[in-house]
């Protein structure tokens, strides 16, 4: 149980609403900032600030403290212009709630509160001090850390120059044959694994594919090559050219026939053949490009050249016998 004992206030003393000291939604902050404004005397010009820096009240508690009473209608502010270009803000503070449009009205009514008289006026500037000495112009011609009496310059000697190198001679550039030009061409048709060739590097396969061709290799030999370096354990070919590069650096000695018919060995031992093309045959038809089959025997055409008719053989004649396949 609690009990109060009230002894009045002989002098000094406000009196203050229970609804403002008990209101729900202004924090204790709040109420100590409104009743410590409220308890001043008639004409104090104590800001919200200073109140809350004598009440000991922190920057971020007096921030939401001043955003609370303005909110609830008991703190209402305005800036204007006063006499001499100032511009002064003028504060509300008041016991009730007051809408922004009866803040005005009283607002209205009171003077603008202009600096201290007791500040000093404005005064105009003081002259300026001029610099030692008489004014001079500007020279217009001249160097000015030169000596008048020697005709030497101030700039350091430029450095001997040396004679630019002479510039090395370009290096011949070699035709390269149409042959190894459509050999390159024709090498992403030849397998999956040769489709992304780049661009840029036709003219550096096309140069090393001509050494071939001038060393007396047929293109079949050429492409049958290529075809045994490629991997036979399904492994992807992230960069072909680079692959071809390899592959058509070296340029082995051409196979001569003995004298029994049968070529000499090269002096390099070939690549094994991939296990998806070691069943496979070039054509020997007459094809654009070159076409790869799988026999059934030791034939040496496809089907295509096998099935279709000569390309310039006429209709048989009616008396001619026609070959049952």
């Given at each position: 149980?609690?009990?109060?004992?009230?002894?009045?206030?002989?002098?000094?003393?406000?009196?203050?609403?229970?609804?403002?000291?008990?209101?729900?939604?202004?924090?204790?902050?709040?109420?100590?900032?409104?009743?410590?404004?409220?308890?001043?005397?008639?004409?104090?010009?104590?800001?919200?600030?200073?109140?809350?820096?004598?009440?000991?009240?922190?920057?971020?508690?007096?921030?939401?403290?001043?955003?609370?009473?303005?909110?609830?209608?008991f703190?209402?502010?305005?800036?204007?212009?006063?006499?001499?270009?100032?511009?002064?803000?003028?504060?509300?503070v008041?016991?009730?709630?007051?809408?922004?449009?009866?803040?005005a009205k009283?607002?209205?009514?009171?003077?603008?509160?202009?600096?201290?008289?007791?500040?000093?006026?404005?005064?105009?500037?003081?002259?300026?001090?001029?610099?030692?000495?008489?004014?001079?112009?500007?020279?217009?011609?001249?160097?000015?850390?030169?000596?008048?009496?020697?005709?030497?310059?101030?700039?350091?000697?430029?450095?001997?120059?040396?004679?630019?190198p002479?510039?090395?001679?370009?290096?011949?550039?070699?035709?390269?044959?149409?042959?190894?030009?459509?050999?390159?061409?024709?090498?992403?048709?030849?397998?999956?694994?040769?489709?992304?060739?780049?661009?840029?590097?036709?003219?550096?396969?096309?140069?090393?594919?001509?050494?071939?061709?001038?060393a007396?290799?047929?293109?079949?030999?050429?492409?049958?090559?290529?075809?045994?370096?490629?991997?036979?354990?399904?492994?992807?070919?992230h960069?072909?050219?680079?692959?071809?590069?390899?592959?058509?650096?070296?340029?082995?000695?051409?196979?001569?026939?003995?004298?029994?018919?049968?070529?000499?060995?090269?002096?390099?031992?070939?690549?094994?053949?991939?296990?998806?093309?070691?069943?496979?045959?070039?054509?020997?038809?007459?094809?654009?490009?070159?076409?790869?089959?799988?026999?059934?025997?030791?034939?040496?055409?496809?089907?295509?050249?096998?099935?279709?008719p000569?390309?310039?053989?006429?209709?048989?004649?009616?008396?001619?016998?026609?070959?049952?396949?």
């Amino acid at each position: 149980m609690i009990y109060r004992h009230h002894i009045a206030p002989p002098h000094a003393f406000s009196q203050f609403s229970h609804d403002l000291i008990r209101h729900p939604r202004l924090s204790s902050d709040a109420v100590r900032l409104l009743t410590w404004q409220l308890s001043l005397p008639d004409g104090a010009r104590e800001s919200l600030s200073r109140t809350a820096e004598r009440a000991r009240i922190g920057a971020c508690a007096f921030t939401r403290a001043k955003r609370q009473l303005k909110e609830e209608g008991f703190v209402h502010e305005r800036r204007l212009q006063g006499p001499g270009g100032h511009w002064v803000t003028q504060q509300l503070v008041s016991n009730v709630p007051l809408s922004a449009a009866e803040a005005a009205k009283i607002l209205a009514r009171m003077p603008v509160h202009t600096p201290s008289a007791d500040a000093s006026p404005q005064v105009a500037p003081s002259p300026r001090v001029p610099a030692v000495g008489i004014p001079t112009p500007r020279l217009t011609d001249g160097h000015p850390k030169k000596d008048l009496g020697e005709n030497t310059s101030h700039h350091p000697a430029e450095p001997e120059r040396k004679p630019a190198p002479e510039p090395e001679p370009a290096p011949e550039t070699t035709e390269v044959p149409e042959a190894a030009r459509a050999l390159v061409a024709a090498l992403p048709r030849l397998s999956p694994d040769l489709r992304r060739i780049p661009r840029g590097m036709h003219d550096e396969l096309a140069r090393l594919a001509s050494r071939w061709l001038a060393a007396g290799h047929a293109p079949t030999a050429i492409r049958t090559h290529i075809l045994r370096g490629l991997p036979d354990d399904g492994t992807p070919v992230h960069r072909p050219g680079g692959l071809l590069r390899y592959l058509l650096r070296d340029v082995p000695p051409e196979s001569t026939p003995t004298g029994n018919g049968a070529p000499t060995a090269e002096r390099s031992t070939p690549a094994r053949p991939s296990s998806r093309l070691a069943a496979l045959r070039e054509c020997e038809g007459d094809h654009v490009q070159a076409t790869l089959f799988r026999p059934a025997g030791d034939e040496t055409l496809c089907r295509r050249c096998l099935t279709s008719p000569p390309p310039h053989a006429g209709p048989p004649s009616s008396g001619a016998m026609t070959p049952h396949r």
